[in-house]
Protein backbone atom coordinates (compact mmCIF):
# COMPACT_ATOMS: atom_id res chain seq x y z
CA UNK A 1 0.00 0.00 0.00
CA UNK A 2 2.96 1.93 0.85
CA UNK A 3 6.36 2.08 -1.36
CA UNK A 4 9.92 3.61 -0.51
CA UNK A 5 11.49 4.58 -3.32
CA UNK A 6 15.37 5.29 -2.74
CA UNK A 7 17.73 6.95 -4.82
CA UNK A 8 21.28 8.70 -4.68
CA UNK A 9 23.37 6.17 -3.88
CA UNK A 10 26.56 5.55 -5.68
CA UNK A 11 30.36 4.97 -5.66
CA UNK A 12 32.62 7.89 -4.25
CA UNK A 13 35.93 8.79 -2.95
CA UNK A 14 37.02 9.21 0.84
CA UNK A 15 36.15 12.38 2.02
CA UNK A 16 33.20 13.33 -1.23
CA UNK A 17 29.44 13.59 -0.74
CA UNK A 18 26.41 11.76 -1.67
CA UNK A 19 22.80 12.95 -0.84
CA UNK A 20 19.95 10.40 -0.74
CA UNK A 21 16.88 10.70 -1.22
CA UNK A 22 13.52 8.44 -0.56
CA UNK A 23 10.48 9.32 -1.51
CA UNK A 24 6.94 7.58 -0.14
CA UNK A 25 3.87 7.33 -2.03
CA UNK A 26 0.82 4.76 -2.15
CA UNK A 27 -2.50 4.64 -0.16
CA UNK A 28 -3.19 7.89 1.65
CA UNK A 29 -0.78 8.08 5.38
CA UNK A 30 0.50 10.17 7.91
CA UNK A 31 4.28 9.97 8.83
CA UNK A 32 5.15 9.41 12.19
CA UNK A 33 8.92 8.72 12.11
CA UNK A 34 11.32 8.42 8.52
CA UNK A 35 14.71 7.60 8.80
CA UNK A 36 17.74 6.03 7.14
CA UNK A 37 19.47 2.35 8.06
CA UNK A 38 22.75 0.83 6.88
CA UNK A 39 24.01 -2.70 6.43
CA UNK A 40 27.81 -3.25 5.61
CA UNK A 41 28.61 -6.83 5.09
CA UNK A 42 28.79 -9.40 7.85
CA UNK A 43 27.42 -6.55 10.18
CA UNK A 44 23.99 -6.05 11.32
CA UNK A 45 21.46 -3.43 10.08
CA UNK A 46 22.09 0.14 12.17
CA UNK A 47 20.45 3.13 12.52
CA UNK A 48 21.78 6.20 11.28
CA UNK A 49 19.26 8.72 11.50
CA UNK A 50 15.86 9.83 11.58
CA UNK A 51 13.37 12.25 11.62
CA UNK A 52 9.88 12.45 13.47
CA UNK A 53 6.79 14.27 12.67
CA UNK A 54 7.52 16.81 15.14
CA UNK A 55 11.02 17.56 13.53
CA UNK A 56 12.94 15.43 16.01
CA UNK A 57 16.19 14.39 14.81
CA UNK A 58 18.27 11.22 15.91
CA UNK A 59 22.48 10.72 14.62
CA UNK A 60 24.41 7.97 14.99
CA UNK A 61 27.43 8.58 16.53
CA UNK A 62 29.84 7.41 13.56
CA UNK A 63 27.95 10.17 11.85
CA UNK A 64 27.08 13.19 13.77
CA UNK A 65 29.00 16.22 12.14
CA UNK A 66 29.28 14.62 8.93
CA UNK A 67 25.74 13.24 7.76
CA UNK A 68 22.47 15.67 7.84
CA UNK A 69 19.24 14.05 7.99
CA UNK A 70 15.94 16.51 6.08
CA UNK A 71 12.51 16.22 5.55
CA UNK A 72 10.41 17.88 2.75
CA UNK A 73 7.23 17.02 4.38
CA UNK A 74 4.86 18.11 1.65
CA UNK A 75 6.50 15.71 -1.08
CA UNK A 76 6.92 12.60 1.75
CA UNK A 77 10.76 12.86 0.59
CA UNK A 78 13.67 12.44 3.52
CA UNK A 79 17.31 13.24 2.65
CA UNK A 80 20.20 12.34 3.94
CA UNK A 81 23.26 14.32 3.11
CA UNK A 82 26.24 12.55 3.11
CA UNK A 83 29.58 14.69 3.94
CA UNK A 84 33.14 14.02 4.47
CA UNK A 85 32.50 10.14 3.61
CA UNK A 86 35.14 7.15 4.70
CA UNK A 87 35.18 3.61 3.45
CA UNK A 88 33.75 2.37 7.09
CA UNK A 89 30.17 4.34 5.12
CA UNK A 90 30.07 2.06 2.99
CA UNK A 91 26.98 -0.13 3.15
CA UNK A 92 23.61 -0.27 1.33
CA UNK A 93 21.60 2.30 2.93
CA UNK A 94 17.86 1.37 3.40
CA UNK A 95 14.99 4.02 4.15
CA UNK A 96 12.32 3.16 6.53
CA UNK A 97 9.00 5.15 7.43
CA UNK A 98 6.53 4.33 10.23
CA UNK A 99 3.30 5.56 9.21
CA UNK A 100 -0.52 5.61 10.24
CA UNK A 101 -3.13 5.04 7.00
CA UNK A 102 -5.54 7.37 6.71
CA UNK A 103 -8.48 4.34 6.55
CA UNK A 104 -6.94 2.85 9.89
CA UNK A 105 -5.20 5.99 11.81
CA UNK A 106 -5.01 3.87 15.09
CA UNK A 107 -2.48 1.43 13.29
CA UNK A 108 1.24 2.24 12.74
CA UNK A 109 2.88 0.22 9.91
CA UNK A 110 6.56 0.22 9.12
CA UNK A 111 7.44 -0.47 5.71
CA UNK A 112 11.38 -0.35 3.88
CA UNK A 113 13.05 0.54 0.63
CA UNK A 114 14.80 -1.48 -1.55
CA UNK A 115 17.74 -0.08 -0.48
CA UNK A 116 20.62 1.96 -2.55
CA UNK A 117 23.99 0.88 -2.67
CA UNK A 118 27.08 3.34 -1.00
CA UNK A 119 30.74 2.28 -1.95
CA UNK A 120 33.00 4.65 -0.44
CA UNK A 121 36.86 3.88 -2.19
CA UNK A 122 40.09 4.65 -0.27
Known amino acids: QVQLVESGGGLVQAGGSLRLSCAAS????????MGWYRQAPAKQRELVAD???????MYADSVKGRFTISRDSAKNTVYLQMNDLKPEDTAVYYC????????????????WGQGTQVTISS
Open 96 to 111: KADIRPLRTPWRVESY
Open 51 to 57: ITSGGSI
Open 26 to 33: GSPFTINV
